[in-house]
């Protein structure tokens, strides 16, 4: 199980490798991508709080990158957070998450992008739930559900 060490040992020391490569031109990702999927992703923006999709949702299923199909999260580990955006304790798998140092904002946070196509996904904090204590801060617009229906 991941915990806040080893979060930081990936953003300093480098990340685990993913299982495939997905790159495209920013003109495919474009043509690919709807404008505000585009910014987040591609761009590292962020939604709204309390705007997404997927903040307050909590079907069953797998969550996964919007830009290239990579499994990231199972809906058995999203949880309330109160943050405004969807909320994870922990990717479905190791590898899924790429994860780096972001002094944006004159603040420092570690970003979390999509291992396979480094689309933007958001923020992980240290203030989520035990046992992990993770808080994977998911903006809605990066991300799909696949149910079980």
């Not at 480098?14 to 987040?40: C, F, H, M």
């Not at 957070?81 to 190791?94: N, R, V």
């Amino acid at each position: 199980m991941l915990n806040w060490k080893y979060i930081i040992y990936f953003a300093v020391n480098g990340n685990p490798i993913p299982d495939r490569r997905v790159e495209k031109s920013e003109e495919e990702w474009k043509a690919l991508l709807t404008p505000d999927q585009y910014r987040i992703t591609r761009l590292k923006g962020t939604e709204m709080a309390f705007s997404g999709a997927f903040c307050s949702s909590y079907d069953a299923g797998v969550y996964s990158c919007i830009c290239c199909n990579t499994e990231l999260f199972d809906s058995t580990i999203k949880y309330d957070s109160s943050s405004g955006w969807p909320s994870f304790t922990q990717p479905i798998k190791e590898n899924a998450i790429k994860y780096d140092k972001d002094t944006s904002h004159g603040m420092v946070r570690v970003e979390i992008m999509c291992n396979t196509c480094d689309a933007h996904l958001g923020h992980i904090f240290p203030d989520g739930p035990e046992p992990s204590g993770l808080r994977y801060c998911v903006n809605s617009e990066s991300i799909k559900i696949k149910t079980d229906e």
